[in-house]
Nanobody, 123 residues
């Protein structure tokens, strides 16, 4: 069972950037499609972006297209989320998740989740 640990969250002003990382505990990292989700206070967890396990395919939520970029380094068992031009509405706890099924946006298809990292964007 893979364990996921996010890092890189923090407080940033609107227009700023942050880079989140998610480290996986096992060597079989390349068998997982990876996703980032976020949850703001009082709201449901929502899809942000996902990347396929080894061919670079990606899916992005419309709200982050052109601002966020997902990447992964299978040799380092890590997935990254580069977030640029951050907006106050991006404020949320960000979670990384893993699935062996297929590249997906539905939270229910992801089997493994990290504990989350807080991102706060001030106006």
């Amino acid at each position: 069972q893979v364990q996921l640990t996010e890092s890189g969250g923090g407080l940033v002003q609107a227009g700023g950037s942050l880079r989140l990382s998610c480290a996986a505990s096992e060597r079989g990292f390349s068998k997982y499609h990876m996703g980032w989700f976020r949850q703001a206070p009082g709201k449901e967890r929502e899809f942000v972006v996902a990347i396929s396990r080894n061919d670079g395919r990606t899916l992005y939520a419309d709200s982050v297209k052109g601002r966020f970029t997902i990447s992964r380094d299978n040799a380092k068992n890590t997935v990254f989320l580069q977030m640029n031009n951050l907006k106050p509405e991006d404020t949320a706890v960000y979670y990384c998740a893993a699935t062996t099924t297929y590249l997906a946006i539905a939270t229910t298809l992801y089997n493994y989740w990290g504990q989350g990292t807080q991102v706060t964007v001030s106006s």
